[in-house]
């Protein structure tokens, strides 16, 4: 690398040498006196460059508002307005020239870290990011558009999408629509709400431990979390980029497949994404449609399942949902599937891995919006309003879920810093591996989606009960599911039945069944929910007794 700017550089931007001294003194090194007036006019010249960048013009997808106009932008009011907490914030953002009309008509709501232009982005969470209005339409948010979706607003998300238990957001508790004063799951908590209660067709969520296929589970919705890169996250408030995941949420496996296919597909940004998935590749709904429509008697025939041991071996377990899972995967060996049972011993310790991964990375990409390192779609109007390390009043305005990312992050990088980092990365790809073999033994891999129902929420905020006892309101909730946020398999939540709430028995809640598929194969997780579907009534399902 040659050093592009020497010379005198301009008075505003001399870099003094005790500016020189401060610096190196901060980070802990010493520069020979002999040597600070070169690196003054070093970091002069570097200071004048960056100052002419900030002049220059950013370079973001344009939006052609003539084409995709919106109006009625506002913030619903009281419990019916908001769906009982499931929107943030309300719209009407359609195309007057719809290159499809795969989704003509059909309503959608966009989880709230999703950017719409002009609509305000809370990422659930307070001070000043939580009032930044993006310029820019996620590239998922224009494919909609394009095929003739209607988006209506909105969807509440948790709190820095930090949170399993839908009390959290800044815009306040979302409710289970099935049980009021329990929890949605998180942290796409308003997507699966507004699905499940009909205020919309489909939803869009985001995914990094499980915030897809968790709400979704909950509110007996299907939701999947695609294969990492499938779909673009350009235009998504990432928390880290190699646990990012945007994906489909709908009441049923056809409408899932077809809102993927609108969306999947490369668009030459995200850097999580091969550039030979051309968008509109797969198929998925017509794929998934053929497939019901002529699987006969026996649609699994040919198809194994594997039935993974550990995924039903966490202490939080609830038998009342093991029992619907179990129930659910016989229905499948009914369907023709062969079904076995498949072990894979570092599953037990995947959660505790991707618990200590995540805090080193995502404390810096997620939370201090610096992914360095990728290429992606940035926001310096954004950044601008986060800074090098957060401020008590944005520490404040994060949930307990945010401050221990925040709080872990800064003591492992104090106490153990990359080695430790670089351990978890290791292991993360050593349990990819073993999920990959296990997966050519068979097609799929089923568990429980959350091992445990929906707990109660705080009208007041999970805030309100301390980060320890908040917290852990969450223990064993992504047991099944932040696992392949880390590997990049596909997996897909689908509703199996009802079972009743640990406090109250008299309380029934939706429990789900996870399906995870090889890399690139979600077409196949959706053809195997799909005959399930097409054959059974989950809602007609209840594993447990009444109190």
Known sequence: MS?????????????????????????GITIPPSELKDWSALLSGLNHCAKEILTLEDYTPAVDLSVYPRTDIHRPVGPTDTDHGGWAWKCDVRSTNPKSDELAGRTIAIKDNIAVAGVKCTNGTGGKVGEWVPKVDATLV????????VIKGKAACENNCFGAVSDTSVTGPVHNPYAHA????????????????GAVDLAIGADQGGSIRLPSANCGVVGLKPTWGLVPYTGCISLEATIDHAGPMARTVQDCATLLEVIAGSDGIDDRQPLNWPHGKVKFGQEVRKHVESGGD?????????????????PMTDPNVAAASRSAIAKLAELGAEVKEISIPLHRDSGMIWMVALPMAGTTQGLLSNPAGRKQLLYPDRCELVGSQLSQEAFDALGPG??????????????????LHARCTNLLRKLSDEYEAALKEVDVLVMPTIVFPP???????????GPLKML????????NTATFNSTGHPGLSLPVGFVPARDDGNVWLPTGLQIVGRKWEDLTCLKVAGS????????????????
């Open 402 to 419: 945010g401050q221990n990312i925040y709080l872990r992050g800064l003591f492992l990088q104090e106490k153990f810093g990359s080695p």
């Open 298 to 314: 026996l649609p699994l025939k040919g198809t194994k399942v594997g039935v993974l041991k550990e995924g039903f071996e966490d």
């Open 142 to 149: 224009t494919r909609l558009l394009d095929a003739g979706g």
């Open 182 to 197: 329990y929890s949605t799951g998180g942290s796409s908590s308003g997507s699966a709400r507004l699905v499940a209660s």
């Open 472 to 479: 852990s309101r969450t223990i064993g909730a992504t047991y």
């Open 455 to 465: 707990v109660k929420i705080e009208e007041g905020g999970g805030k309100s009960l």
């Open 3 to 27: 050093v592009s700017v020497l010379g005198a550089a301009q008075q505003d931007s001399i870099v003094t040498t005790q500016d020189v001294n401060t610096l190196a003194t901060k980070s």
């Open 532 to 547: 399930w579907e097409g054959r059974n009534d989950w809602k007609g399902l209840k594993y447990g007794k009444c109190a």
